[in-house]
């Protein structure tokens, strides 16, 4: 089974305060997404990453970075927590398409829930 | 208006009861994911579809191409399916998703 990993599924962190939230895939996947999911929002796309050291932005990626320095991990960064970054993220990965198969299959992990105070 | 439409918002059911949530969509899609969110976070991906019915147990879900909609139904529903279920559609060949904001669904004993 694919699995997807986060690191902490519960943080209090400080306002100003570096967090680190981390994610691993064991499945080889290219592609590896974080989001945020906020009540009466859904969920909202922080970045992507295609590729080792490739990243794009998503609809929301003000106050955040993101580091894919291996395949299988995906780090998303708070360089200085605000309280408006309360919320529940979430990880997910999907392969590649290819051209026998299309790479649609999205697996998420269990969410991390942060709070700053 | 939002790009991908669920309906109803919230339901609430009797145990044995046959339960429909529908999605509908505005843009081009390559693909349609039915995603289950239990308390405490987690996502499980139930289907991904591109076209035509899949099955799984007492799930069924079902996408009109041509009608940019897609229904997800349960069958002789139990507690354990309450839980939010969430369409999202990936756009073309993109590796974005975009999400409908959720069906609540309580299943009642």
């Given at each position: 089974?694919?699995?997807?990993?986060?690191?902490?599924?519960?943080?209090?962190?400080?306002?100003?305060?570096?967090?680190?939230?981390?994610?691993?895939?064991?499945?080889?996947?290219?592609?590896?997404?974080?989001?945020?999911?906020?009540?009466?929002?859904?969920?909202?796309?922080?970045?992507?990453?295609?590729?080792?050291?490739?990243?794009?932005?998503?609809?929301?990626?003000?106050?955040?970075?993101?580091?894919?320095?291996?395949?299988?991990?995906?780090?998303?960064?708070?360089?200085?927590?605000?309280?408006?970054?309360?919320?529940?993220?979430?990880?997910?990965?999907?392969?590649?398409?290819?051209?026998?198969?299309?790479?649609?299959?999205?697996?998420?992990?269990?969410?991390?829930?942060?709070?700053?105070? | 208006?939002?790009e991908v439409?669920?309906?109803?918002?919230?339901?609430?059911?009797?145990?044995?009861?046959?339960?429909?949530?529908?999605?509908?969509?505005?843009?081009?899609?390559?693909?349609?994911?039915?995603?289950?969110?239990?308390?405490?976070?987690?996502?499980?991906?139930?289907?991904?579809?591109?076209?035509?019915?899949?099955?799984?147990?007492?799930?069924?879900?079902?996408?009109?191409?041509?009608?940019?909609?897609?229904?997800?139904?349960?069958?002789?529903?139990?507690?354990?399916?309450?839980?939010?279920?969430?369409?999202a559609v990936?756009r073309?060949?993109?590796?974005k998703l975009i999400f409908?904001?959720?069906?609540?669904?309580?299943?009642?004993?």
């Amino acid at each position: 089974d694919v699995k997807v990993t986060q690191s902490s599924r519960y943080l209090v962190k400080r306002t100003g305060e570096k967090v680190f939230l981390e994610c691993v895939q064991d499945m080889d996947h290219e592609n590896m997404f974080w989001y945020r999911q906020d009540p009466g929002l859904g969920l909202r796309l922080i970045y992507f990453s295609y590729d080792v050291k490739m990243k794009e932005k998503g609809d929301i990626p003000e106050g955040y970075s993101v580091s894919r320095e291996k395949k299988e991990r995906f780090s998303l960064i708070l360089e200085s927590a605000s309280t408006n970054q309360t919320s529940m993220y979430l990880c997910a990965s999907r392969p590649r398409d290819r051209a026998y198969r299309s790479g649609n299959t999205v697996y998420f992990g269990e969410g991390s829930w942060l709070t700053v105070v | 208006k939002n790009e991908v439409e669920q309906s109803p918002q919230n339901l609430t059911a009797q145990e044995g009861e046959f339960i429909t949530i529908n999605c509908s969509y505005s843009v081009g899609i390559s693909a349609l994911h039915w995603l289950q969110q239990h308390p405490g976070g987690g996502i499980v991906s139930l289907f991904t579809l591109s076209s035509g019915k899949k099955k799984h147990g007492r799930l069924i879900a079902t996408i009109n191409i041509q009608e940019k909609h897609s229904s997800l139904h349960i069958t002789a529903s139990h507690p354990r399916d309450s839980a939010v279920y969430i369409c999202a559609v990936r756009r073309g060949a993109t590796n974005k998703l975009i999400f409908g904001t959720g069906t609540l669904l309580a299943v009642q004993p």
